[in-house]
């Protein structure tokens, strides 16, 4: 988060509260769990590391923050930055292996139960989307949310009809 | 009251040793104004079962009711007249009448039905206005859009205000913007009251629905019912302070 509220100031110099709005406008229903205060705590760690200045206001109590040339130097960084694609598969993969071999608990159970809580997830994401304005950016955001639940669903699937076919056990049990 | 009701019902293809039993005893209940998806792999019999519960195909045992009608006895003129009135279509591949226009594509189940060509026509622009098709009346399928298409299909399911909508893949030849729009159209339906049986591999369009039944060689091997708000969404922000 840091480095987005940093990026949002190369625009201009703004106000936490601008920032906070903006960022809640990008991200629609997955910004309401933000709390307000949140903003705030992350520009007095960036001011901290010297990468925005606040500068002179008419207002004492509504400070104006800009960016240092070592916070432009991070947000051209950032910006090229390729973030790496994390999978959080193993843990679920594991606990089917491990139920299967030990029968302690029925893996086609436990892929139902997930696939029901990731319908449950998709459902929310889904009806967020068709309830934002035309236009609205946070749909953008919500459609990359319901494309990898719906990835995760489909790799569900896969796992029923490994689960349960008897001759795929792993045979070292 | 049920809208639809099945009991053991059953649909066999094929004979002796490559007999199929594509629907295996299904009992099923749809509550008037329910919106259930029924998913699962192909080949599992929903599509099937859509056919069995619409009258397109006769089973091999068991029952069918559409409201207080049983509807697997029936002769095939009094079938295809309940199906007309009763129950509407929409199917992946649209099937529109590729000669006539959107408007008359929505008109004809009414005329069919023996309305008037005034009261099909009222019926067919107020359906059209409501899935964002009113200013494509005069145009030919061929110059819509898949999204758009689809919009007149469920306006022509729509034109003798059926009981039961019984959708096959209705997003399955549509992109995301598309499917969105089909989306917004059916929960415009559900919160009508509208009852709607959806068959569909998409697991957006099975997420919107209030019921998922997940079937495996022609029985139903789960039944869950999906509810709203449970603020999962706003935990997924996955940005750190």
Request: net charge negative; charged share 25%; glycine share 8%.
């Amino acid at each position: 988060m840091q480095d987005a509220v940093l990026a949002m100031l190369a625009k201009e110099p703004s106000h936490g509260y601008e920032l906070r709005a903006r960022l809640q406008q990008s991200l629609g229903p997955l910004g309401e769990s933000m709390n307000p205060g949140q903003i705030y705590v992350t520009l007095g760690r960036l001011e901290k590391a010297g990468l925005i200045v606040c500068e002179p206001s008419d207002s004492p109590d509504r400070k104006v923050y800009a960016l240092t040339p070592s916070g432009q130097q991070r947000v051209a960084a950032w910006l090229t930055e390729v973030a790496r694609p994390k999978p959080d598969l193993a843990e679920f993969h594991l606990k089917l292996v491990v139920a299967a071999a030990a029968r302690l608990a029925d893996p086609v159970e436990l892929v139902a139960a997930q696939r029901r809580e990731l319908l449950r997830i998709l459902r929310e994401a889904q009806l967020a989307a068709l309830a934002e304005p035309a236009g609205s950016t946070a749909v953008v955001l919500l459609e990359g949310v319901m494309l990898r639940f719906q990835a995760d669903l489909r790799w569900l699937d896969i796992c029923e009809r490994t689960w349960s076919t008897p001759h795929n056990e792993p045979e070292d049990t | 009251m049920n809208v639809l009701q099945t009991r053991r019902l059953t649909k066999e293809h094929g004979a002796g040793a490559s007999r199929v039993r594509a629907v295996d005893e299904v009992d099923l209940d749809v509550p008037e104004g329910q919106t259930l998806a029924v998913m699962g792999p192909s080949g599992c019999g929903k599509s099937t079962l859509l056919h069995l519960l619409g009258g397109l195909e006769r089973p091999t045992a068991g029952e069918v009711w559409i409201g207080q009608r049983r509807t697997d006895s029936l002769s095939e003129r009094a079938l295809a007249r309940l199906r007309r009135r009763s129950i509407g279509f929409v199917f992946q591949a649209f099937h529109l009448v590729d000669e006539l226009s959107t408007a008359e594509n929505v008109e004809l189940p009414a005329l069919l039905a023996g309305r008037s060509l005034r009261e099909a026509r009222r019926r067919a622009d107020f359906l059209l206005d409501q899935v964002g098709l009113a200013d494509r009346a005069r145009h030919l399928p061929s110059e819509l859009s898949g999204g758009q298409r689809q919009r007149a299909a469920i306006a022509r399911a729509l034109a003798n205000e059926p009981q039961v909508v019984l959708a096959d893949e209705p997003t399955g030849n549509l992109d995301t913007a598309a499917t969105t729009d089909v989306l917004r159209i059916f929960a415009e339906l559900r919160a009508a009251g509208q009852t709607l049986v959806i068959v569909t591999h998409d697991e957006r369009v099975a997420a919107t629905a209030d019921r998922l039944i997940s079937m495996r060689d022609g029985m139903f091997v789960d039944d869950t019912r999906l509810l709203d708000g449970t603020g999962r969404l706003a935990g997924l922000i996955g940005l750190e302070g």
